[in-house]
């Protein structure tokens, strides 16, 4: 127990710093001093919009991420795997090619918001067997949907004008360029008023961890608790697709690797999970800058390298041994 508070004090007190060194990745990182001279305040500028950006949004994911494992008691579960990221990338991109950029900051998440929660509705449809949803048949109809997406989003690019073909394409390699401060302000507030919701639903999401009956059993209305959980995590990854377009695996990495260093309680894991989210994609994106200067690896990239094994060696362990 003692050890496992140290972790979580350790992950809070040195993941801004993590975030901070963020700044110094790329154009410059050899004379990190530089940065702050008076012609580089430009650059300086769109560091600090894209570090911000890349601290938002791999909190968002990772947090997300660890609702859904709770709510499914899936250790695979996360917005790209269950296709929510997908869906909301397809919202999104729909919404571009429709104009809706220009109607305001609020265009966007809503129209990522709504692809998610239809994403989420026909997976669950697709999964459920009776009255019983098997958690691989799940994590199945996720990646067929998820391919689905894939496919039409592809469909709007060849049909699409060369400035919507860029658009769209930015939204399939993840990149965390800001383009427009009032939609990072936005969700910015849609996402700290999900996690401050989340903040009292750790003891829900312990008790779900135990099955649906046990729940019962403390007093839980489980179905209830799910609609509640399932929807403020899909807020959250539409939100952050909205700002960042399509970054896979920071859900599934993320809440695992917590989990390790902090234990399976909420109180800790969901905090720990933004924290530690903000810091691997911060990173993720900087070593994309640096890795192949001054060519750029889309963070997306990045994230899919680091996730992509982990992924399969999950899928490759008993259940039963995941959550251990």
């Given at each position: 127990?003692?050890?496992?508070?140290?972790?979580?004090?350790?992950?809070?007190?040195?993941?801004?710093?993590?975030?901070?060194?963020?700044?110094?990745?790329?154009?410059?990182?050899?004379?990190?001093?530089?940065?702050?001279?008076?012609?580089?305040?430009?650059?300086?500028?769109?560091?600090?919009?894209?570090?911000?950006?890349?601290?938002?949004?791999?909190?968002?994911?990772?947090?997300?991420?660890?609702?859904?494992?709770?709510?499914?008691?899936?250790?695979?579960?996360?917005?790209?795997?269950?296709?929510?990221?997908?869906?909301?990338?397809?919202?999104?991109?729909?919404?571009?090619?429709?104009?809706?950029?220009?109607?305001?900051?609020?265009?966007?998440?809503?129209?990522?918001?709504?692809?998610?929660?239809?994403?989420?509705?026909?997976?669950?449809?697709?999964?459920?067997?009776?009255?019983?949803?098997?958690?691989?048949?799940?994590?199945?109809?996720?990646?067929?949907?998820?391919?689905?997406?894939?496919?039409?989003?592809?469909?709007?690019?060849?049909?699409?004008?060369?400035?919507?073909?860029?658009?769209?394409?930015?939204?399939?390699?993840?990149?965390?360029?800001?383009?427009?401060?009032?939609?990072?302000?936005?969700?910015?507030?849609?996402?700290?008023?999900?996690?401050?919701?989340?903040?009292?639903?750790?003891?829900?999401?312990?008790?779900?961890?135990?099955?649906?009956?046990?729940?019962?059993?403390?007093?839980?209305?489980?179905?209830?608790?799910?609609?509640?959980?399932?929807?403020?995590?899909?807020?959250?990854?539409?939100?952050?697709?909205?700002?960042?377009?399509?970054?896979?695996?920071?859900?599934?990495?993320?809440?695992?690797?917590?989990?390790?260093?902090?234990?399976?309680?909420?109180?800790?894991?969901?905090?720990?999970?933004?924290?530690?989210?903000a810091a691997f994609l911060v990173i993720a994106d900087g070593l994309g800058r640096i890795l192949m200067f001054p060519s750029e690896i889309p963070v997306g990239v990045i994230t899919?390298?680091?996730?992509?094994?982990?992924?399969?060696?999950?899928?490759?362990?008993?259940?039963?041994?995941?959550?251990?």
């Amino acid at each position: 127990m003692k050890h496992r508070l140290l972790w979580f004090w350790t992950i809070l007190l040195a993941s801004p710093l993590i975030v901070a060194s963020g700044l110094f990745l790329g154009i410059g990182w050899e004379n990190p001093l530089a940065l702050f001279a008076a012609e580089n305040s430009g650059i300086l500028t769109i560091r600090l919009w894209r570090v911000l950006a890349g601290a938002l949004v791999g909190a968002s994911l990772g947090v997300s991420g660890a609702v859904l494992q709770a709510v499914l008691r899936n250790p695979l579960a996360e917005p790209y795997v269950l296709g929510l990221s997908s869906g909301a990338g397809l919202g999104t991109a729909l919404c571009i090619m429709a104009g809706g950029i220009g109607i305001g900051a609020f265009a966007l998440p809503v129209a990522g918001f709504i692809g998610a929660i239809l994403s989420l509705a026909i997976v669950y449809t697709l999964a459920r067997v009776g009255r019983s949803t098997s958690p691989h048949t799940l994590i199945l109809a996720g990646v067929v949907w998820s391919s689905l997406c894939g496919s039409i989003l592809m469909f709007l690019v060849s049909q699409s004008s060369a400035e919507g073909m860029h658009a769209i394409m930015w939204w399939f390699l993840g990149d965390l360029q800001v383009f427009d401060a009032q939609l990072v302000g936005t969700v910015i507030v849609v996402n700290v008023l999900a996690m401050l919701c989340l903040s009292f639903f750790a003891r829900e999401m312990n008790a779900m961890m135990l099955g649906d009956e046990m729940a019962g059993h403390v007093g839980l209305n489980p179905e209830r608790a799910k609609l509640v959980l399932l929807a403020l995590a899909s807020i959250m990854a539409a939100a952050s697709v909205a700002v960042s377009g399509l970054i896979a695996f920071v859900g599934l990495t993320v809440p695992h690797a917590m989990r390790a260093l902090v234990g399976p309680d909420h109180r800790r894991l969901v905090p720990a999970a933004a924290f530690g989210g903000a810091a691997f994609l911060v990173i993720a994106d900087g070593l994309g800058r640096i890795l192949m200067f001054p060519s750029e690896i889309p963070v997306g990239v990045i994230t899919a390298f680091v996730g992509a094994p982990f992924f399969l060696v999950l899928l490759r362990r008993k259940q039963q041994e995941m959550w251990t």
